[in-house]
């Protein structure tokens, strides 16, 4: 975990705190941060192996760094940038997120279509050909607009259900755009689960100005079949479509939040022998977050363990092999059999002095006071203030607003 060319570090979390919202969109008061003091950097052709028990706090980094959840924009850099205000970012492909949600394609009800005025005038709902990621995990919706004319040379990633094309500075050019509702609203009264016959190579030929031979490359290490339809492929068959996708801009960094769960064997074996080869040929970045060991004891080039929210160890993979001479999966389990020890222990000993053996959580609840005050205990938790419209890069763009939002 070195230092990137020219010594800036491809990805660098500091002291980073974060506690998810309350009911009202901001951290419930007095609630303890669900991730902090962490921090970590990586360097380019890394390969991150990001482990912990259920509940550490993985998938919540991962998200964090792939601009998802708002924090700090000192507090994760990617090549010294904020994934969460640049959106250009993820938008670019330099950094790409693929997380564990399964792929169903699905024809959109009724969308919060009056809030959509690109170009000045409605899009009306039958225009919007929709390709969506539904995320089994939360509900929420990602929506892709296909691009059909120029892209505006910063495409938007909005998290708003409030969002407005026209408070975008390229609205007139905006014909692709990435809208990620909330679930709130994506289910306010929207029927979106009607799964829709599309092929496999529908899906990936939709994905604009991609390498044709990188295209090839990935249907054939993901021994994809062109023909398959959606609607009818198997858990795995749709896995490796949505990873295929996911791969198919030369990433800068991946994040990978647990994609593997329904690839077989093969499948899994040949994809992360592509994403070292990604790491060591390109440079790119990996943070990988799995249970699963299988042909990982030389994958990683680094692994973090992380409990509680909080780093635990960051080390070269070389390092956690001469601590240990147990395979990797035997050494992880022996620090989260540790972990889990001395959880039971500390449990144990609040029980015996009376305390209730787990700490109660703190409820969300809705924050009043002066919105001075209120600012003040948002950043204390991790968050930057935001607006209510759109997430414009810009820092003041983010004062004061009840925009805590989550990009999903
Ligand atoms: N949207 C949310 N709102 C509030 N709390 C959340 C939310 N998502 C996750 N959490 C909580 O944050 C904690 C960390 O969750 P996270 O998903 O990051 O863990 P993880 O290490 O990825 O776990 P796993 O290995 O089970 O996937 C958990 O206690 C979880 O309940």
Same mark, same amino acid.
């Given at each position: 975990?070195?230092?990137?060319?020219?010594?800036?570090?491809?990805?660098?979390?500091?002291?980073?705190?974060?506690?998810?919202?309350?009911?009202?969109?901001?951290?419930?008061?007095?609630?303890?941060?669900?991730?902090?003091?962490?921090?970590?950097?990586?360097?380019?052709?890394?390969?991150?192996?990001?482990?912990?028990?259920?509940?550490?706090?993985?998938?919540?980094?991962?998200?964090?760094?792939?601009?998802?959840?708002?924090?700090?924009?000192?507090?994760?850099?990617?090549?010294?940038?904020?994934?969460?205000?640049?959106?250009?970012?993820?938008?670019?492909?330099?950094?790409?997120?693929?997380?564990?949600?399964?792929?169903?394609?699905?024809? /959109?009800?009724?969308?919060?279509?009056?809030?959509?005025?690109?170009?000045?005038?409605?899009?009306?709902?039958?225009?919007?050909?929709?390709?969506?990621?539904?995320?089994?995990?939360?509900?929420?919706?990602?929506?892709?607009?296909?691009?059909?004319?120029?892209?505006?040379?910063?495409?938007?990633?909005?998290?708003?259900?409030?969002?407005?094309?026209?408070?975008?500075?390229?609205?007139?050019?905006?014909?692709?755009?990435?809208?990620?509702?909330?679930?709130?609203?994506?289910?306010?009264?929207?029927?979106?689960?009607?799964?829709?016959?599309?092929?496999?190579?529908?899906?990936?030929?939709?994905?604009?100005?991609? !390498?044709?031979?990188?295209?090839?490359?990935?249907?054939?290490?993901?021994?994809?079949?062109?023909?398959?339809?959606?609607?009818?492929?198997?858990?795995?068959?749709?896995?490796?479509?949505?990873?295929?996708?996911?791969?198919?801009?030369?990433?800068?960094?991946? /994040?990978?939040?647990?994609?593997?769960?329904?690839?077989?064997? /093969?499948?899994?074996?040949?994809?992360?022998?592509?994403?070292?080869?990604?790491?060591?040929?390109?440079?790119?970045?990996?943070?990988?977050?799995?249970?699963?060991?299988?042909?990982? !004891?030389?994958?990683?080039?680094?692994?973090?363990?992380?409990?509680?929210?909080? /780093?635990?160890?960051?080390?070269?993979?070389?390092?956690?092999?001469?601590?240990?001479?147990?395979?990797?999966?035997?050494?992880?389990?022996?620090?989260?059999?540790?972990?889990?020890?001395?959880?039971?222990?500390?449990?144990?000993?609040?029980?015996?002095?009376?305390?209730? !053996?787990?700490?109660?959580?703190?409820?969300?609840?809705?924050?009043?006071?002066?919105?001075?005050?209120?600012?003040?205990?948002?950043?204390?938790?991790?968050?930057?203030?935001?607006?209510?419209?759109?997430?414009?890069?810009?820092?003041?763009?983010?004062?004061?607003?009840?925009?805590?939002?989550?990009?999903?």
């Amino acid at each position: 975990m070195t230092s990137g060319a020219g010594g800036v570090p491809v990805v660098e979390i500091k002291n980073l705190r974060f506690t998810y919202p309350g009911i009202d969109g901001h951290p419930p008061p007095g609630s303890t941060p669900l991730i902090d003091e962490f921090s970590l950097s990586l360097a380019a052709g890394e390969r991150c192996l990001l482990v912990g028990s259920n509940g550490a706090g993985k998938t919540t980094i991962l998200k964090i760094l792939g601009g998802k959840h708002m924090v700090e924009p000192e507090m994760v850099q990617i090549f010294g940038r904020s994934a969460f205000h640049d959106t250009a970012l993820t938008s670019s492909g330099d950094l790409s997120y693929l997380g564990g949600e399964k792929v169903i394609t699905l024809t /959109l009800g009724v969308p919060p279509l009056p809030t959509l005025r690109p170009c000045g005038r409605k899009i009306k709902h039958g225009l919007i050909r929709t390709q969506l990621l539904a995320f089994s995990s939360n509900l929420s919706l990602r929506l892709l607009v296909p691009q059909k004319r120029r892209a505006p040379p910063h495409l938007p990633a909005y998290s708003s259900a409030t969002l407005r094309l026209s408070d975008t500075p390229s609205a007139s050019a905006l014909f692709r755009v990435v809208l990620l509702w909330r679930r709130e609203v994506a289910f306010a009264g929207f029927e979106v689960s009607i799964q829709m016959d599309i092929s496999a190579e529908k899906m990936i030929n939709g994905v604009s100005g991609i !390498e044709p031979n990188r295209r090839d490359e990935l249907i054939k290490v993901l021994d994809i079949d062109l023909s398959w339809r959606m609607h009818k492929a198997s858990d795995g068959q749709r896995r490796r479509v949505q990873i295929c996708m996911g791969l198919l801009k030369p990433f800068k960094v991946l /994040l990978l939040d647990e994609i593997t769960v329904d690839l077989d064997v /093969l499948a899994r074996a040949d994809l992360l022998r592509y994403l070292k080869k990604e790491c060591e040929e390109r440079g790119a970045t990996i943070i990988y977050a799995t249970h699963i060991f299988d042909g990982l !004891e030389d994958w990683p080039t680094h692994v973090v363990y992380v409990a509680h929210g909080k /780093l635990q160890l960051a080390l070269p993979l070389e390092k956690v092999k001469q601590m240990s001479n147990l395979s990797l999966m035997r050494t992880v389990e022996s620090w989260l059999r540790k972990e889990r020890d001395e959880d039971r222990r500390r449990r144990k000993e609040r029980k015996e002095s009376g305390l209730p !053996e787990f700490e109660k959580p703190v409820k969300g609840s809705r924050v009043t006071g002066d919105p001075a005050r209120i600012a003040i205990r948002v950043m204390n938790n991790g968050w930057a203030a935001g607006r209510l419209n759109s997430t414009v890069a810009g820092e003041e763009n983010f004062f004061l607003s009840s925009n805590r939002v989550l990009r999903q």
